[in-house]
């Protein structure tokens, strides 16, 4: 029953944040750029008991997985004009894919591993 219950609570504020954006497109990326999801999560697995660095290292590599899809935000907008919306989608998943290797291969030398 408790799945079921977070299952529907992100369903809906995925369905809020996009109704928001189809009003605004400012104020729907501002809740999208924020960090609740993230604030889901830690709420839930707080919840759940797990310990304490369980979700500090859930923290630690959500940081690690955000920098290799910070490019994608600043190719999207260009590529949605020149390619359209799927082809877009596509080249978006190959350049994320690209920098987390890229993040993976750095982080590696500092003893995190993202893969």
Known sequence: MF???KILVTALL???ITE???LNDRI???IAALPITTFIILFW???EN???EKISNHVSYT???VLPTLPMFLFFPYLINKVGFYWSIIFSILITTFFIFLVHF???KYGYKIL
Do not use: D, F, H, R
Request: avoid cysteine; aromatic fraction near 12%.
């Open 28 to 30: 729907g990326g501002l």
């Open 45 to 47: 697995l707080y919840y």
């Open 14 to 16: 995925i369905v809020i």
């Open 20 to 22: 928001v954006a189809k």
């Open 106 to 108: 750095l982080t590696k």
């Open 50 to 52: 797990n310990s304490v």
């Open 3 to 5: 799945i079921i219950l």
């Open 63 to 65: 940081l690690l997985y």
